[in-house]
């Protein structure tokens, strides 16, 4: 415990006992499930205690999604209602009260999901920002939206509204961002949100809920605990929620929509996985290739969707690139999140190194060798990056996602190889493709932009900046998450029309300058 500098100290447990269901947050005394974290506080290696959150089924279930139901009201609710100006001003209280939370919420990133406290800090103050961003663009949208066209003799107002209650699950590795990525856009559009946060990263919002409670009318934002089967499943049922959002597993999101009575209906938004692969062409510079790569299979040990999970090789420089990038994977330092330097940290899932084990296991069974000295070391809480070669595609870590610190190379000698191997793949996030002739470099990304949705040269793949489309092709995602296209896949184009006469146009014209009605007006919102 000496080692921990003071202020990341766990001093106090978090016993989350309580709930936000119709604008109240509700005292919880039923059943709990303990959170602890894969850091130790003692000498002695132990998980450590963080708190515990409540442990909640259908009558909980039933309880938020008629919250979330009265909120919408068929259409006529506050929230879906209100001006777009007044939802605006909501969320900057929201996003005001929460920047006073910065200090606690990246304290428990790190102690909950391990990372690293600049990247905790980082995944912070870009919420923040995403959130500003969010609030501007949704400015530009109703001004752009505030005026009538005219189209063969018919006025209309055309403008995008909400869709009804939203089921927002978002993911543990970043269980703040890419969970608002979701939540803040449906809520700004005037749709009431159930939220569950993830099984990791779960008591950081204990300190947003004050202000989530204080910010939003009551049932516009309803945020519940447990386990997906036992609360987001009768949920589901209900047929209530219109919009599935959720960054996760498809195998989750098949479950839940399959328990929908009305699938046709449901909206899906879904971020999935992925198994994003580098092309490391002859002529790349591999100082560069190295160092990004390193960085796209690594950064917070490989848990992201967006993370690189195959590299290939061209078989001409495979040597020069595997010693090189063995010595710089063996070179990377492992430590608790808030130690200086640190580039690998504690897995949260405690069983995440034994899998890890299993799939290196299966390759050097299957001709694959660990190439770097330090790959597969154990620690109580983490395994130590395996760099594996050559990988072939009998293997487990071909065809899975690993989701954690292991690294398969393959070599290619024809670049038909991996093109099809992506055009074969479940998957179609992103690649990164590494060189430097553009004759050869040209008719590859008008193949690869094909295949899948973000091509980055020399570059590792990556979700931001948030104002570029975040997406996927085949099973990595449904719907487009960015600043801008959120805001749209969380509504839709609604519109009045009339006929252009003297009779209605007077009607139009009485209803504009009255204000009596938060559709037809021509506010322009600074």
């Known amino acids: 415990m000496n080692s921990i500098p003071e202020e990341f100290k766990i001093t106090k447990l978090i016993h989350q006992d309580t709930y936000l269901v119709d604008g109240e947050l509700k005292k919880w005394t039923g059943k709990t499930t303990e ?57 900057e209280n929201f996003v005001t009260q929460m920047k006073t939370t910065r200090q606690e919420v990246v304290k428990l990133l790190m102690w909950e999901i391990g990372k690293s406290l600049g990247d905790s800090e980082k995944e912070f103050d870009r919420t923040v920002d995403y959130i500003y961003d969010t609030i501007e663009h949704y400015k530009q949208l109703d001004r752009s939206n505030a005026r009538f066209t005219k189209s063969q003799g018919v006025n209309a107002m055309i403008r995008r509204g909400p869709i009804g209650v939203v089921l927002c699950l978002g993911p543990y590795n970043y269980p703040l961002n890419e969970t608002f990525s979701l939540l803040i856009p449906a809520l700004i559009m005037g749709n009431p949100v159930i939220f569950k946060p993830a099984k990791n990263g779960v008591l950081l919002i204990s300190p947003l809920l004050e202000a989530f409670k204080t910010s939003f009318p009551k049932g516009a934002i309803n945020i519940v605990y447990g386990r997906g089967r036992e609360i987001a499943s009768p949920i589901m049922k209900s047929g209530v929620v219109d919009i599935l959002a959720l960054i996760g597993n498809s195998k989750s999101a098949i479950a839940l929509q399959d328990q929908h009575p009305n699938k046709n209906r449901l909206r899906l938004v879904l971020g999935l996985e992925a198994k994003n692969p580098a092309i490391i062409l002859p002529d790349a510079d591999l100082d560069l290739a190295i160092s990004e790569c390193i960085t796209g299979t690594l950064s917070f040990n490989g848990q992201r969707c967006t993370a690189l999970k195959v590299l290939y090789v061209h078989e001409s420089i495979a040597e020069e690139f595997n010693k090189r990038f063995s010595q710089a994977v063996d070179a990377l330092v492992f430590g608790n999140p808030w130690d200086k330097s640190v580039a690998l940290t504690p897995l949260p899932e405690a069983e995440k190194p034994a899998y890890i084990q299993g799939l290196i296991d299966d390759a050097t069974a299957k001709g694959a060798k660990i190439i770097n000295q330090k790959g597969g070391q154990h620690s109580e809480n983490y395994i130590f990056p395996a760099v594996l070669f050559p990988v072939n595609k009998e293997m487990r870590l071909y065809h899975e996602e690993q989701f954690g ?121 600074l």
């Open 35 to 91: 959170v602890y974290s894969t850091i130790s506080s003692t000498e002695k290696y132990a998980p450590t205690l963080l708190g515990t959150i409540p442990f909640m089924g259908e009558e909980e279930a039933a309880e938020v999604v008629n919250s979330a139901k009265n909120a919408f009201n068929h259409g006529q609710g506050l929230w879906p209602t209100m001006k777009v100006a007044d939802r605006i001003k909501c969320m």
């Open 405 to 525: 610190p292991v690294v398969p190379i393959m070599t290619f000698k024809d670049i038909q190889e991996p093109l099809n191997d992506m055009a074969e793949s479940n998957y179609g996030q992103q690649v990164s493709l590494f060189g430097k002739n553009i004759t050869t470099i040209a008719p590859l990304i008008d193949a690869l932009v094909n295949l899948v949705c973000r091509v980055n040269l020399n570059s590792s793949c990556q979700r931001g900046p948030d104002v570029y489309p975040f997406t996927g092709r085949k099973d990595s995602a449904v719907g487009t998450l960015s600043v801008f296209d959120a805001l749209r896949s969380f509504s839709i184009r609604t519109f009045v029309a009339s006929k252009d006469n003297a009779y209605n146009n007077e009607i139009l014209q009485e209803l504009l300058n009255s204000k009596e009605s938060n559709f037809i007006n021509t506010d322009y919102i």
